[in-house]
């Protein structure tokens, strides 16, 4: 069975793909998911599901949507065991041998980190690009009814946009800046407050000897950043704008760094 949640939350097992519905039982889900192969409380999923206004009611109807998504995971003619285990506090969604598309991508990720550790940068290309494709949207829909299912598709939001990050130093590396001049210029636009696009932009364009454009972009970014949040831009930025007025040929600054840190956003358990 493999459980995805870096788009739609769906299930896919032996009968095919589903979604769940209703709601409060997607939500119940993928509460479970977050903390999969732990126990999660009753007080804290009546909290995740309803926040402070639960119903009467509210732990029977907590108890029918836990019964749907078991008859839902147990397969076809509900012929499996369910991974929905109930404990004295709580429930555990126990993976077993399932997968979870977020785990495999942060997986791919630090494979991706090791192999540029070790310059082996083909093959960290490749894991970074293997982590990507497992996006089908954005994390968990918007399902944003839970806290902390918000939280942590905050967090692997923020793990996608740094190994994009990665990928794009990583083809750098490799010499690939004529394939992602126009990629970064989208990931640009779509995230305007994060320098590092900027700057990998720049350093692609002054190999692809468009130096005039990559110091444009340079004026922009700096414009935007000073109107809109009243700072300059980061030093590393105006490090690459310095090297390619010196004619110097700006080099990925902050590969080794990302390599060995991995996402500055560490999700807590």
Not at 22 to 51: G, H, N, Y
Not at 156 to 167: N, Q, T, W
């Given at each position: 069975?493999?459980?995805?949640?870096?788009g739609?939350l769906?299930v896919?097992?032996?009968g095919?793909?589903?979604?769940?519905?209703p709601r409060k039982?997607?939500?119940?889900?993928a509460?479970?998911?977050t903390?999969?192969?732990q126990?999660?409380?009753?007080?804290?999923?009546?909290?995740e599901?309803?926040?402070m206004?639960?119903?009467?009611r509210?732990?029977?109807?907590l108890?029918?949507?836990?019964?749907?998504?078991?008859?839902i995971l147990?397969?076809?003619?509900?012929?499996g065991t369910?991974p929905?285990?109930t404990?004295?506090?709580g429930?555990l969604?126990?993976?077993?041998?399932?997968?979870i598309?977020?785990?495999?991508?942060?997986?791919?990720?630090q494979q991706?980190?090791?192999h540029?550790?070790?310059?082996?940068?083909?093959?960290?290309?490749?894991?970074?690009?293997?982590?990507?494709?497992?996006?089908?949207?954005?994390a968990f829909?918007?399902?944003?009814?839970s806290?902390?299912?918000?939280?942590y598709?905050?967090?692997?939001?923020?793990?996608?946009?740094?190994?994009?990050e990665m990928?794009?130093?990583t083809y750098l590396?490799?010499?690939r800046?004529?394939?992602?001049v126009?990629r970064?210029?989208?990931l640009?636009?779509?995230?305007?407050?994060?320098?590092?696009?900027?700057r990998l932009?720049?350093i692609a364009?002054?190999?692809?000897?468009?130096q005039?454009e990559?110091?444009?972009v340079?004026?922009?970014?700096?414009k935007r950043?000073?109107?809109?949040?009243?700072?300059?831009?980061?030093?590393?930025l105006?490090?690459v704008h310095?090297?390619?007025?010196?004619?110097e040929?700006?080099?990925?600054?902050r590969?080794?760094?990302?390599?060995e840190t991995?996402p500055?956003?560490?999700?807590?358990?």
């Amino acid at each position: 069975m493999k459980y995805e949640v870096l788009g739609p939350l769906r299930v896919t097992g032996a009968g095919g793909t589903s979604f769940i519905s209703p709601r409060k039982a997607e939500t119940l889900l993928a509460v479970l998911l977050t903390r999969a192969d732990q126990v999660v409380s009753t007080d804290q999923l009546l909290s995740e599901i309803w926040a402070m206004a639960a119903p009467r009611r509210a732990n029977a109807a907590l108890h029918v949507y836990v019964s749907q998504l078991r008859k839902i995971l147990r397969g076809p003619a509900g012929s499996g065991t369910s991974p929905i285990v109930t404990r004295p506090r709580g429930y555990l969604l126990r993976t077993g041998r399932s997968r979870i598309d977020a785990v495999e991508f942060q997986q791919l990720a630090q494979q991706g980190r090791a192999h540029v550790r070790e310059g082996r940068y083909e093959e960290a290309a490749a894991a970074f690009e293997a982590g990507l494709k497992l996006w089908t949207g954005s994390a968990f829909n918007g399902l944003t009814d839970s806290p902390l299912v918000y939280g942590y598709a905050i967090w692997l939001e923020e793990s996608r946009l740094e190994c994009l990050e990665m990928l794009m130093e990583t083809y750098l590396m490799l010499g690939r800046h004529r394939e992602i001049v126009g990629r970064l210029r989208k990931l640009s636009a779509e995230h305007p407050m994060r320098e590092s696009f900027y700057r990998l932009r720049m350093i692609a364009l002054y190999r692809c000897e468009r130096q005039v454009e990559a110091l444009e972009v340079y004026r922009a970014a700096r414009k935007r950043l000073t109107d809109e949040v009243g700072l300059e831009p980061c030093q590393s930025l105006q490090e690459v704008h310095n090297a390619i007025l010196l004619g110097e040929d700006p080099s990925p600054t902050r590969m080794r760094t990302l390599a060995e840190t991995g996402p500055a956003a560490a999700h807590s358990a």
